[in-house]
Structures are given as C-alpha cells and as structure tokens.
C-alpha cells in the first residue's frame, strides 16, 4: 500500500478509450519522480507521494506533455483500512517574515493544526504544528497569499491514527 506515500492524485487522458495505455506512456516519460510512486491501472495512473509539494514535478510534466487532454482528479488523502480505518498525521514546518506570526499562527488553527513549537528572529519566525494531513492540503497556497508572497513550507508523514468521526474516502 506505500504507507509512506499517504497521498494520491490520479491522471487521465480525456481523449484515450484505454487509460492503461495512456497510463504506460505518461509513466514512461516520467521516469522515476522523487518522492513519488506511479501506479499504472485500466483506470489511469496514479501518482502517490509523501507531500503535496511532490506531487508539482510530475503534474507539470504531464500537463506540459498532454495539456488539456489531461484530466487530474483531486488529490486524495489515503487511508489504511480497518476498524476504525486509519489516517496520516502531519508534521508541518512553516518559515515566514516574523511580521505574519500571527496570521501563519491563526490560519494553522483554523485548519485544526495544533501549533506545537514557534521560533523567532529579528527577521524570521518558524512555526511547527501536528494534525491531520488532510487539514494541510492547500496550505502552502493559502499561506503565500496571507504573507503576500512565498513562504517555506514542509510536510511529513508523522504516523497513523485512527480517523475523526468525518474520514475521507480511501484512494
């Protein structure tokens, strides 16, 4: 199942009446991706990575290749199955201008991230949160337009734990 990799994003041709073949040729071309697993089935390819940032390269590959051919699910959170199922928890990393402290702090909680550890310097501030994978999805976009340009972000599995009362569906 590649626990590792908790996240999943399929691709499919609009135009291919077999996405198995489609499939074939778009993990040709991409090779090998850091951070990420091709999963070729009859329903397209699925790209499973560790974060959300690994899943850029690949999609920007295949939409410069097949453009508007290609059609991209939305990513999805995977979950582990059982009773109850099981869901990633992740570790995230914010580096930003100190001036949006705050702003970076409250946008973190409102997602349901608990902030677990912030540093600051006379420039920059680092804040450390815990929570939910599904809860960061979107976050580095959300957090660039906050600050008014690009802020550093990293996300990592942590571990499984079982699901809140509303899961998402399993890939």
């Not at 940032?53 to 097949?66: D, H, M, S």
């Not at 973190?108 to 929570?131: I, P």
């Not at 939910?132 to 976009?141: E, I």
Request: charged content about 25%; proline content about 8%; hydrophobic content about 45%.
């Amino acid at each position: 199942m590649h626990l590792d990799h908790p996240l999943a994003q399929r691709a499919r041709h609009r135009a291919e009446p077999f996405q198995l073949a489609f499939a074939e040729k778009a993990r040709s071309i991409l090779g090998v991706p850091d951070d990420c697993v091709l999963d070729v089935s009859h329903r397209g390819l699925t790209l499973l990575a560790r974060n959300e940032e690994a899943l850029k390269a690949p999609r920007q590959v295949l939409q410069e290749v097949f453009g508007t051919a290609l059609a991209l699910d939305p990513i999805e959170v995977r979950l582990v199955p059982g009773t109850p199922p099981l869901e990633p928890i992740a570790h995230v990393r914010v580096n930003a201008p100190l001036r949006h402290l705050e702003r970076i702090r409250l946008a973190l909680q409102r997602r349901g991230l608990a902030v677990v550890e912030q540093d600051a310097s006379t420039t920059r501030c680092v804040v450390r949160a815990e929570g939910r994978l599904a809860k960061t999805l979107g976050l580095g976009d959300e957090l660039a337009g906050l600050s008014g340009g690009p802020v550093l972000l990293w996300t990592a599995l942590a571990r499984y734990a079982p699901c809140e009362l509303d899961p998402l569906p399993a890939a």
